[in-house]
């Protein structure tokens, strides 16, 4: 609550020239100076003039009916008969606000008052039904000293209320009123909306200057924003942080101590705190940035686009007719004859394992090439793992070859093996048409 609304609901539930609201020390009790209110026009003295000609009214209405319905004696006079019914007809009215007040003494020492309010609730309803029934059947008079009676005890009612309400905020006994956020928002946002509520009755203090002032619409909103989302993500986090403790401890007993005693939501809070949140952005940076395309074939082979300024720099050269084509003189150069191997130097086992051993190499290269970098130190292993479940007359399959490779201590997630087992695949491919082509 502002300043400014401090001020109008001091103006409206207090008569009180009340000081300053003074600056509170750091480590006092925020609520100390939270019912002090500034000095101000108070309109509540319009309501003890309404309260007492209402007041007056209804003690006149009470003494109508006294003076109608009660059985004089003709020689008693008027006057004697007025004087004689004023002190009933004042105690039956007053006595309800009479009630109400020691209620409210009760009320703001902490207590519930529920005797004193019932009584007081009781004497009006008395009061008000001889008001009404006593005036019956002249509905004007009875409607009009029924509702002065009535208003006059629930205007009493009400300021008493305020000024009770004034008295307990001053002494921190209650909260200061939350800003006004409007039907829709609250119809739409029930939850947040009243937790903005509590959290701005509630406040803060100043880290610098150690004074308390509640917060605002805008500012209580985004703090109750800001801690509902804390509260979802913050289980979340200890959640982990009990697994990790837990498989930290080789005996269950201690692991159950040490997640029984250690805080978890303290332990969640101390790691959202020390979240590098720049080197995580350059970390994902590469996420969200549009990949560079390498330059294509086309673009390395066509020549380079002559310079402008080297064209016009240059001197104009004269034409020069062609020189003719003397056969003779320029005889395209023919290329050499590749020599022939001797059939002397191997023999054709040896040919038949250099083939081999070509074809070998020229398929490793290939399948290296082909696989990722970080899957050609595996495939060794996919071969070995290959080779076993030949051994053994199982299906080479992705499944069967993933559980092998773990199970000889190679960690692969599947989708990189089913890229060695293509890789596995166009090896037995290219050997077995290699094999074919050596002649029997």
């Given at each position: 609550?502002?300043?400014?609304?401090?001020?109008?609901?001091?103006?409206?539930?207090?008569?009180?020239?009340?000081?300053?609201?003074?600056?509170?020390?750091?480590?006092?009790?925020?609520?100390?100076?939270?019912?002090?209110?500034?000095?101000?026009?108070?309109?509540?003295?319009?309501?003890?003039?309404?309260?007492?000609?209402?007041?007056?009214?209804?003690?006149?209405?009470?003494?109508?009916?006294?003076?109608e319905h009660l059985p004089w004696p003709p020689a008693v006079p008027l006057a004697v008969r007025v004087l004689a019914v004023l002190p009933f007809a004042l105690c039956l009215e007053l006595l309800a606000m009479a009630l109400a007040a020691m209620a409210d003494e009760r009320m703001r020492l902490g207590e519930r008052a529920y005797g004193f309010r019932t009584f007081s609730a009781v004497v009006a309803v008395v009061a008000v039904g001889i008001q009404v029934v006593g005036h019956w059947p002249v509905l004007y008079w009875s409607s009009v000293f029924g509702v002065l009676s009535g208003s006059a005890?629930?205007?009493?009612?009400?300021?008493?209320?305020?000024?009770?309400?004034?008295?307990?905020?001053?002494?921190?006994?209650?909260?200061?009123?939350?800003?006004?956020?409007?039907?829709?928002?609250?119809?739409?946002?029930?939850?947040w909306t009243a937790r903005a509520a509590d959290l701005a009755r509630e406040g803060h203090t100043d880290a610098d200057t150690g004074a308390w002032r509640p917060l605002g619409l805008y500012e209580s909103l985004r703090a109750a924003e800001l801690m509902m989302r804390d509260e979802k993500r913050r289980p979340a986090v200890a959640h982990a942080v009990e697994k990790v403790v837990r498989a930290d401890q080789w005996d269950m007993r201690m692991a159950e101590i040490a997640v029984h005693t250690l805080d978890l939501d303290r332990l969640a809070a101390e790691l959202a705190a020390r979240v590098d949140?720049?080197?995580?952005?350059?970390?994902?940076?590469?996420?969200?940035?549009?990949?560079?395309?390498?330059?294509?074939?086309?673009d390395t082979d066509s020549p380079a686009a002559p310079n402008p300024a080297s064209t016009e720099a240059a001197p104009e050269q004269p034409h020069q007719p062609p020189t003719p084509h003397d056969p003779d003189t320029h005889r395209e150069a023919e290329p050499d004859p590749e020599p022939r191997p001797d059939p002397h130097d191997h023999n054709d086992h040896d040919e038949e394992q250099d083939d081999d051993q070509d074809d070998d190499e020229e398929f490793d290269?290939?399948?290296?090439?082909?696989?990722?970098?970080?899957?050609?130190?595996?495939?060794?292993?996919?071969?070995?793992?290959?080779?076993?479940?030949?051994?053994?007359g199982s299906t080479v399959s992705?499944?069967?070859?993933?559980?092998?490779?773990?199970?000889?201590?190679?960690?692969?997630?599947?989708?990189?093996?089913?890229?060695?087992?293509?890789?596995?695949?166009r090896e037995e491919a290219s050997l077995n048409a290699a094999h074919s082509k050596v002649p029997a």
């Amino acid at each position: 609550m502002t300043d400014h609304t401090r001020k109008g609901a001091a103006a409206i539930s207090t008569t009180e020239r009340q000081p300053t609201p003074a600056p509170i020390a750091k480590g006092g009790n925020p609520s100390e100076g939270r019912g002090r209110r500034r000095a101000s026009w108070a309109p509540a003295r319009w309501a003890y003039s309404f309260y007492g000609v209402a007041a007056t009214g209804a003690v006149i209405g009470q003494t109508w009916v006294a003076l109608e319905h009660l059985p004089w004696p003709p020689a008693v006079p008027l006057a004697v008969r007025v004087l004689a019914v004023l002190p009933f007809a004042l105690c039956l009215e007053l006595l309800a606000m009479a009630l109400a007040a020691m209620a409210d003494e009760r009320m703001r020492l902490g207590e519930r008052a529920y005797g004193f309010r019932t009584f007081s609730a009781v004497v009006a309803v008395v009061a008000v039904g001889i008001q009404v029934v006593g005036h019956w059947p002249v509905l004007y008079w009875s409607s009009v000293f029924g509702v002065l009676s009535g208003s006059a005890y629930a205007l009493w009612l009400l300021h008493a209320a305020a000024r009770r309400r004034d008295a307990l905020r001053a002494m921190g006994k209650l909260a200061d009123t939350a800003p006004a956020y409007g039907l829709w928002r609250r119809v739409r946002h029930p939850i947040w909306t009243a937790r903005a509520a509590d959290l701005a009755r509630e406040g803060h203090t100043d880290a610098d200057t150690g004074a308390w002032r509640p917060l605002g619409l805008y500012e209580s909103l985004r703090a109750a924003e800001l801690m509902m989302r804390d509260e979802k993500r913050r289980p979340a986090v200890a959640h982990a942080v009990e697994k990790v403790v837990r498989a930290d401890q080789w005996d269950m007993r201690m692991a159950e101590i040490a997640v029984h005693t250690l805080d978890l939501d303290r332990l969640a809070a101390e790691l959202a705190a020390r979240v590098d949140y720049q080197a995580w952005a350059d970390r994902l940076a590469p996420a969200i940035t549009a990949p560079v395309l390498p330059p294509t074939p086309q673009d390395t082979d066509s020549p380079a686009a002559p310079n402008p300024a080297s064209t016009e720099a240059a001197p104009e050269q004269p034409h020069q007719p062609p020189t003719p084509h003397d056969p003779d003189t320029h005889r395209e150069a023919e290329p050499d004859p590749e020599p022939r191997p001797d059939p002397h130097d191997h023999n054709d086992h040896d040919e038949e394992q250099d083939d081999d051993q070509d074809d070998d190499e020229e398929f490793d290269a290939d399948n290296d090439a082909a696989l990722a970098p970080d899957l050609v130190p595996l495939l060794p292993a996919a071969r070995a793992a290959r080779d076993e479940l030949l051994g053994e007359g199982s299906t080479v399959s992705r499944d069967a070859l993933a559980h092998r490779l773990r199970r000889n201590g190679t960690a692969i997630r599947n989708n990189r093996v089913s890229e060695l087992l293509n890789a596995l695949r166009r090896e037995e491919a290219s050997l077995n048409a290699a094999h074919s082509k050596v002649p029997a």
